[in-house]
């Protein structure tokens, strides 16, 4: 069975129920979620070994983080604990014409104040295959950055695939501090996920007659994003996703999968009533990398990723609770929503 270790933060998401406004309620309901736990909960459901790593607090706020893993297949053995606290995301789910709405409590977090003296790299990657992270992690700080970087030496002598969602979050830190930080890790990842405002937003790097805000695409600009990635770091592939907005409940949802030489495009999704979007691009890593890891051409690993993700938009939570044969489903056209006996 191929093994996949991620790292990065799990925080634990406190939201509305339903679409209510922050101001209108006097509970709010907890779970967890994180962008690479997102992408080790998939991998788990798709049956693979995916080990997720981070840095916990001891207490019994930290246990439940690791518990929402547990209960999906994901490794949590290599889990470091210690520090004070565990992050926290605040999350207003938008409709319609009002766009959803994150708040961040994450400051000081367990992971945040790890040491690169937490992860034995070596012994956490022995019989590994994949390394994924995001762009999110190296974000917490420089400390954090340093260890991102050492894991992905440790991965790359070891001879393990690695990939990257950029995942640029203005929140967490400058256009400046994350082209700094990045342009030192892109060089040693092999697959790298984005979108075109991650790609602009993190190396100045844009698609020529695409306007993101109104939903305009240019496949041709989108290649060329990806060609100027592959060039400027060496990556092997690169993996963009096309999330045309027309509202918070009306996504379509596409993607492109470049190899240096040629560009895939997926069939296109209309999402018209999504439950939550949040994990998305997570859901779409999650698929990629399984089926990179079972031999799947471009093209077939492309149209998972892309099916996957779809699904996810209808699942509550940041997790992707779905399986290989209710993604194949879809894939195979069965997307009728009929009721399955």
């Known amino acids: ?8 933060e799990i925080m634990l998401r406190l939201a509305p129920a339903g679409y209510e406004r922050f101001t209108q309620v006097g509970a709010l309901g907890a779970t967890y979620g994180g962008g690479e736990a997102n992408v080790a ?17 001891a207490h019994d706020i930290g246990q439940c983080a690791v518990n929402s893993l547990r209960q999906f297949g994901v490794d949590t053995s290599k889990i470091v604990r210690g520090g004070d606290r565990v992050g926290i995301y605040f999350l207003e789910k938008g409709s319609n014409q009002r766009a959803s709405k994150v708040i961040y409590d994450r400051a000081n977090s367990a992971i945040a104040t790890a040491s690169p003296g937490d992860f034995d790299w070596n012994k956490i990657f022995d019989g590994v295959d994949w390394f994924h992270f995001t762009g999110i992690t190296p974000a917490l700080g420089a400390t954090v950055a340093d260890i991102c970087l050492d894991a992905l030496k440790a991965a790359k002598a070891k001879g393990l695939t690695t990939s990257c969602d950029l995942n640029y ?12 930080t990045m342009t030192k890790l892109m060089p040693y990842v092999d697959l790298c996920i984005a979108n075109e405002e991650d790609a602009s937003d993190v ?12 939903g305009h695409l240019n496949h041709d600009g989108y290649k060329s994003v990806a060609d100027q990635l592959v060039k400027k770091f060496g990556t092997k592939h690169v993996a963009i996703t096309l999330r045309e907005s027309h509202s918070a409940n009306h996504n379509d949802w596409s993607a492109m999968l470049y190899d240096g030489k040629d560009a895939y495009f997926s069939k296109k999704y209309q999402i018209k ?12 890593g999650g698929g990629l990398i399984y ?10 690993s492309l149209e998972f990723a892309v099916a996957a993700s779809c699904l996810k938009h209808t699942i509550e939570g940041d997790f992707n609770l779905v399986s290989v044969a209710e993604v194949k489903a879809l894939l195979g056209g069965d997307g009728s929503g009929r009721v399955q006996r």
């Open 169 to 180: 979050r203005k929140n967490l830190w400058t256009k400046a501090e994350a082209k700094e």
């Open 41 to 57: 909960v998939s991998l788990a459901n798709y049956g693979l070994d995916a080990t997720f790593v981070t840095k916990l607090p």
């Open 291 to 300: 089926s990179f890891l079972t031999g799947a051409d471009l093209q077939a």
């Open 203 to 214: 190396f100045g790097i844009t698609s020529e007659g695409t306007d993101v805000t109104s």
């Open 273 to 284: 009533n999504i439950v939550d979007r949040v994990g998305g691009g997570d859901s779409f």
């Open 1 to 8: 069975m191929k093994k996949i270790v991620t790292f990065g």
